[in-house]
């Protein structure tokens, strides 16, 4: 667990997404929570040394990756509407789902059999501002990877964490995205006078860590919307897998997760281009 500022804590190496956590003088506010059981009881742990009250626990989005460490932690989760929504509704098997990508690893698998969803009680729409022991937190909606995707901005620190908007060294996931709304974003976030960015994924960066994400959604438009101008299919459009599979580095045996995400993205930003272009 690093200490990125005075209070303000980051750990970057649980599987699954980046979590944080904000000290205030009267308690402390948790960013995401691990994917892995015995990784969230660990974060919950090391948040229990450093302060002996959470006061609340803040979901940047929707995916089993930020959210499946809630249980451990006794205290209501913020997040946005739509992670709301999307969280009620899913349903018993997405556990099970969760527990089939460990399936080469039974024992990983294991921990999920007595994982249960803890759900937002506390929602916002815009932005959420909190004054409390010393601090200043702002809960933001960002958007772009997902709809309900927000972040946590410390005006006093200039820290920003960005859930998924921001990756570093890996394919951002478009499956959900706006794409265009998010490359409006990343420019939006360059102009702000930013100490640090905490990333939903890899580790701790500034705002140049924008960049190759812009470049990466950029290029994934272009070659999508040739592929649509040109008159071929979605599933025809899937030759753009080839062509966007070395952009980042993956682990071995990663190859066709990664290829199944840049899939997805390929599908939404085809859907985006038919709104678009329409048949012309």
């Not at 990756?65 to 451990?72: D, E, K, R, T, V």
């Not at 992670?83 to 789902?97: G, Q, V």
């Not at 706006?178 to 994924?201: C, F, N």
Request: hydrophobic residues 35%; contains cysteine; proline residues 5%.
């Amino acid at each position: 667990m690093q200490e990125i500022a005075p209070g303000i804590y980051v750990k970057f190496d649980y599987e699954g997404a980046n979590v944080g956590c904000i000290v205030t003088d009267g308690g402390t506010i948790v960013i995401d929570t691990p994917l892995i059981p015995a990784d969230g009881k660990n974060w919950a742990s090391r948040v229990a040394k450093i302060s002996d009250k959470v006061l609340y626990v803040f979901n940047t989005d929707h995916h089993r990756a930020h959210i499946l460490g809630n249980q451990f932690f006794n205290a209501p989760v913020i997040a946005h509407e739509v992670a709301w929504k999307e969280i009620a509704n899913y349903k018993d098997t997405f556990i099970e789902r969760t527990k089939n990508i460990f399936k080469k690893s039974p024992e990983v698998a294991a921990q999920f059999d007595q994982t249960r969803l803890k759900k937002p009680e506390i929602t916002f729409t815009g932005r959420l501002i909190l004054k409390k022991g010393g601090r200043e937190i702002h809960f933001v909606h960002l958007g772009g990877h997902t709809p309900a995707t927000s972040g946590v901005w410390l005006p006093n620190e200039r820290i920003l964490f960005t859930g998924d908007v921001v990756v570093v060294g890996e394919h951002p996931s478009l499956g959900q995205s706006q794409s265009k709304e998010w490359l409006d974003l990343l420019t939006r976030l360059r102009k702000m006078s930013l100490a640090h960015i905490v990333p939903g994924h890899g580790p701790l960066c500034n705002v140049e860590a924008t960049g190759p994400v812009s470049d990466y959604i950029r290029t994934m438009r272009s070659k999508v919307r040739s592929q649509y101008r040109s008159g071929r299919s979605k599933s025809e459009a899937a030759v753009v897998i080839n062509q966007m599979i070395d952009y980042f580095p993956y682990r071995p045996g990663d190859k066709s997760f990664v290829e199944k995400r840049i899939r997805a993205g390929i599908s939404r930003v085809y859907d985006e281009m038919k709104v678009i272009y329409g048949q012309d």
